[in-house]
């Protein structure tokens, strides 16, 4: 169901919905890519808030590339060309909609998006994430998944049309929508409203998919039994050397951190732009050079729980470490 048309003309609180719209689903402003007749072209150009305008009132229309200059994204966006995979989608808002995760649907000329927003997250990890999650609810492996890549070689990478603009093909725009097929909302001034502010995937539901569904290459753990408490600091103590031994810093940092080929990374405890974290291999820690401090998996673990907001206690650190370890 096409949007109904409507004057764009600013209003109160215009500006403040188009810079978080932007804010949102454009993660770079650098450069820009417009729809072209044959498809999308690279504008070497800085991508300001008049084309995105331009955008919305139908002048032009503006692709959205997933990851920003440092190969980070803000969201995910899954995408279905025809009727039977854009049926799985709708299922999976579904059983999302079950466990509290917000996710947005979004209707297209052949089929739709399932749009999930993160926090800044890196491609790799927001990869593996929707990887994951296709896998967890029994979905079509293939179906296409943005950002495409892990980390930008060449070029600003892949790219999804910018919701709420006209879709050149076919002339018309197209709504974001509930379950029941409805738009959220009928115009689309009201649409950029609710979209300029979504709610993000809560990341207690990214780390457990992460964590739960089985990956294609399992690490292996030893065949040890989580003690159901832990009665004395000796016991705790214990513990924390068996996690130690039970999977190296790199293999497990891995899983949160995006480390290129020497261990280096954008450290996920502050705002980092230098990568100043890392792994060194073979002394087995791990290391923030921007003063975050450094460890094993424990002391990660703990910064991991904090930055989350959750107890970073030792023990109650050691308990969910041995759960992810150690499963029963």
């Known amino acids: 169901m096409p949007l109904a048309p409507d004057q764009l003309a600013p209003h109160e609180h215009w500006e403040q919905h188009l810079s978080a719209f932007a804010a949102c689903f454009l993660p770079r402003r650098d450069c820009y890519a417009q729809q ?34 440092q190969s980070h994204a803000r969201w995910l966006c899954l995408d279905a060309d025809d009727e039977t995979h854009w049926a799985e989608l709708l299922k999976l808002a579904g059983f999302l ?50 950002p495409k890549q892990d980390h930008l070689k060449t070029g600003p990478g ?19 929508i509930g379950l029941d097929g409805m738009p959220l909302a009928p115009t689309i001034r009201e649409q950029l409203a609710i979209l300029s502010h979504p709610k993000q995937v809560p990341p207690t539901f990214i780390e457990r998919i992460l964590t739960e569904v089985p990956v294609s290459e399992p690490v292996h753990h030893p065949p040890v ?19 130690k031994s039970a999977i190296s810093v790199w293999d497990f940092v891995s899983r949160y951190v995006d480390l ?19 792994v060194n291999a073979s002394a087995n820690y791990w290391h923030c050079w921007a003063g975050c401090s450094g460890g094993s998996i424990i002391d990660f673990w703990m910064k991991f729980r904090a930055a989350r907001g959750l107890d970073s206690s030792f023990v109650a650190t050691i308990t969910e470490l041995a759960q992810l370890l150690f499963p029963r």
């Open 36 to 69: 072209t007749s044959t498809g999308y072209r690279l504008v070497k150009a800085p991508l300001t808030l008049a084309l995105v305008r331009d955008h919305l009132m139908g002048k032009l229309t503006l692709g959205a590339y997933a990851l920003d200059t």
């Open 97 to 146: 909609a079950t466990e509290q995760v917000p996710s947005y649907l979004e209707s297209s000329r052949r089929g739709g998006h399932l749009w999930l927003f993160l926090a800044r997250t890196s491609g790799a990890v927001t990869r593996r994430f929707g990887q994951h999650l296709l896998t967890a609810y029994g979905l079509d492996p293939q179906l296409e998944l943005y």
């Open 158 to 176: 892949s790219l999804v049309r910018l919701p709420l603009g006209v879709h050149l093909k076919s002339g018309k725009r197209y709504p974001f």
């Open 225 to 243: 039994t989580l003690e159901p408490r832990l009665p004395t600091p000796s016991d705790a103590h214990h513990l924390s050397e068996r996690l």
């Open 260 to 278: 290129d080929a020497q261990g280096r990374g954008f450290c996920p405890f502050h705002d980092d732009h230098h990568q100043s974290f890392g």
